[in-house]
């Protein structure tokens, strides 16, 4: 029975690893150690200009004071954020805030959005694939235990943002 839920273990992670670039975030492999750099292609249809502005309301909607979550910007060509949840992520059943830092790039009808850290790069050292692979090869069950749980916090966290990204705007005549 062991054996037979580490092999599911195992096969899960490996399929989650296949393409990092399609909806969500996947656990570092041998060939990509590395959690921050993996990113989202979120179809959206408008200019550059549009999906610029369109990322510009998100962070003033959503964020108490988005000048300072705004680190970096170049207008219609880039937005980096530094923002903050109150449940990034799950450790021992307790939900846990932290921090996180995001890149969107810009093109006609696509937004990249970009996973650089969290918590200042401390989860992302936990997660490095060095860290959940015994020297034998054999996976660390209580690594990959939490590992689960920030991959699952973290894809949460975007796979909200994306939602909020791909809504059509209200308009008045919609009231």
């Known amino acids: 029975m062991k054996n037979l839920l580490l092999l599911l273990l195992a096969i899960t992670i490996s399929t989650a690893s296949i393409d990092a670039q399609n909806?969500?975030?996947?656990?570092?492999?041998?060939?990509?150690?590395?959690?921050?750099g993996q990113?989202?292609?979120?179809?959206?249809?408008?200019?550059?200009?549009?999906?610029?502005?369109k990322v510009k309301?998100?962070?003033?909607?959503?964020?108490k004071t988005p000048s300072e979550v705004i680190k970096s910007e170049i207008k219609d060509e880039y937005i980096r954020i530094n923002g903050y949840t109150n449940y990034l992520y799950k450790n021992g059943g307790v939900d846990l805030d932290g921090t996180y830092v995001l890149e969107f790039k810009f093109k006609q009808d696509k937004i990249k959005l970009t996973y650089i850290s969290s918590n200042n790069g401390v989860m992302d050292l936990i997660v490095k694939h060095s860290r959940h692979i015994k020297s034998n090869g054999k996976l660390r069950k209580s690594v990959i235990k939490y590992?689960?749980?920030?991959?699952?916090?973290?894809n949460v966290l975007l796979a909200t943002i994306v939602a909020e990204l791909k809504k059509e705007k209200a308009t008045e005549e919609d009231w």
Do not use: A, R
């Open 39 to 53: 990113f989202i292609v979120i179809d959206s249809k408008g200019t550059i200009q549009e999906n610029y502005k």
């Open 57 to 63: 309301d998100y962070i003033n909607k959503n964020y």
């Open 147 to 154: 590992n689960t749980n920030v991959m699952n916090g973290l």
């Open 23 to 36: 909806d969500k975030l996947t656990f570092p492999t041998e060939n990509n150690p590395s959690l921050g």
